[in-house]
């Protein structure tokens, strides 16, 4: 029988051990932490609090089809509001309606904003009449979104909802590794609004869902349902064929998938990748209930120069979070700060003038845990990859995509590829 060793217990590791499960092979697992990698979910009285992720996208299925698989249907939840608003000139502004990221679908909600000035709607026009850019191996975002749609909609709307995303400039972010769509589109349509625009609109369906009990729920699942998967707690300190060796121990592989940091992956296997990490905090702020806050809350362009990135109303966003007299807030936090919550703190009073001190407060910081997908990154990756002998594997966020879904998809079709092997 085919032995296989996963290094790594986060969800990619989780998801690829999940795929030998149903295949009915065996699987040893091994994490030195705790399952579940930046996927974590306390409880501290009536308030629920997710350290990492609160949710995943739907428009890539993986993460949305393994709940159901696992029996977690019911459990899913959606946002309750799909309001979300741009911190811009000393003021929040409503982000138009039918927006797709950065490319307006709707045209009356897009002209009534006050978000982007005249001339910047008028620049963003222009990607009706625009020609496809010239065919590259890749581009930046910045580069990508300038082209199409302008500077003023790279400032105010790439620059803080897609470069928020991966915690980078737009400018250093790969367009082919974070949001390939959008080459497709250009290349196929021409124009971005063009295209948009013919995509059947998804009405009131949320484009994000997460778990009632929080995202920790499919952890626990996934790790109780894997019966036939042996879970080993260490530290591996290095890898030959056939062998995955721990600080106290050897485990015999046929197959070794190493679903941890690219940095970590490095350190065993010296021609993996070299893949650039940033450190990040997030910072759940909760409040007597101030304001007539509408909407899941704001992202805050790079030139305001704020001390934080973004703020989730993680109250007004799902539901069974915090009781309804009671405002819970995400801040998000970039760098290796020395007081992250202090500058939440700080924001929350300048920008939404919250009311004195919270009444709770939880910092997570994540150490160089978000990867950075820096223009040519898949290329790197490949060519990484195509080195590699045939009983070593990578997968998980630093090679083929950051989010949940992306993670899942990669775990589960690296185990396939063994199996099918």
């Given at each position: 029988m085919t032995r296989v060793v996963i290094v790594g217990g986060g969800i990619t590791g989780l998801a690829a051990a999940y795929e030998f499960h149903k295949a009915g092979l065996p699987a040893t697992l091994v994490e030195k932490e705790r399952l579940g990698g930046v996927?974590?979910?306390?409880?501290?009285?009536?308030?629920l609090i997710e350290g990492g992720p609160d949710s995943f996208i739907v428009q890539k299925p993986a993460a949305k089809e393994l709940c159901e698989?696992?029996?977690l249907g019911d459990r899913l939840i959606p946002t309750k509001s799909r309001k979300v608003h741009v911190w811009s000139e000393g003021r929040l502004h409503e982000m138009p309606e039918g927006l797709f990221l950065t490319v307006p679908t709707k045209v009356c909600p897009f002209l009534k904003s006050d978000l982007i000035s005249t001339w910047g709607k008028l620049r963003m026009g222009l990607d009706l009449i625009l020609p496809r850019g010239p065919e590259v191996e890749d581009e930046s975002i910045g580069?990508?979104?300038?082209?199409?749609?302008?500077?003023?909609?790279?400032?105010?709307l790439a620059e803080p909802i897609m470069a928020g995303i991966h915690v980078a400039s737009a400018d250093e972010l790969s367009l082919k590794s974070t949001f390939p769509r959008f080459a497709d589109l250009e290349r196929e349509h021409r124009s971005l609004i063009k295209a948009l625009r013919r995509i059947p609109p998804s009405g009131n369906l949320s484009p994000f869902l997460s778990l009632r009990g929080g995202m920790s729920e499919l952890v626990e699942k996934l790790t109780s349902t894997l019966t036939s998967t042996t879970f080993v707690t260490g530290d591996v300190v290095g890898l030959a064929p056939g062998k995955v060796?721990?600080?106290?121990?050897?485990?015999?592989a046929d197959h070794v998938i190493l679903a941890i940091p690219a940095p970590a992956a490095k350190r065993l296997w010296p021609d993996a990748p070299e893949v650039r990490y940033v450190t990040t905090s997030t910072v759940s702020l909760c409040y007597p209930k101030f304001g007539d806050l509408e909407g899941t809350g704001f992202v805050i362009p790079r030139g305001e120069n704020r001390k934080i990135l973004a703020c989730t109303w993680t109250?007004?966003?799902?539901?069974?979070?915090a009781p309804d007299d009671r405002l819970l807030l995400r801040c998000f936090v970039k760098g290796d700060v020395a007081d992250p919550e202090k500058q939440a703190r700080d924001e929350m009073r300048d920008l939404l003038h919250a009311p004195g001190e919270p009444l709770f407060s939880k910092v997570f910081t994540w150490k160089e845990r978000n990867p950075v997908y820096e223009v040519g990154h898949a290329a790197k990756v490949a060519a990484a990859e195509s080195k590699l002998p045939p009983w070593l594997h990578l997968a998980g966020s630093g090679f083929h995509g950051p989010g949940i879904p992306d993670c899942i998809k990669d775990g589960r079709s690296v185990a396939r590829k063994i199996l099918g092997g």
């Open positions: 996927i974590r979910t306390e409880r501290h009285g009536d308030l698989e696992l029996g580069s990508f979104v300038r082209r199409r749609l302008g500077r003023e909609a790279l400032e105010k060796r721990l600080s106290d121990r050897e485990l015999d109250s007004n966003k799902f539901e069974g979070r």
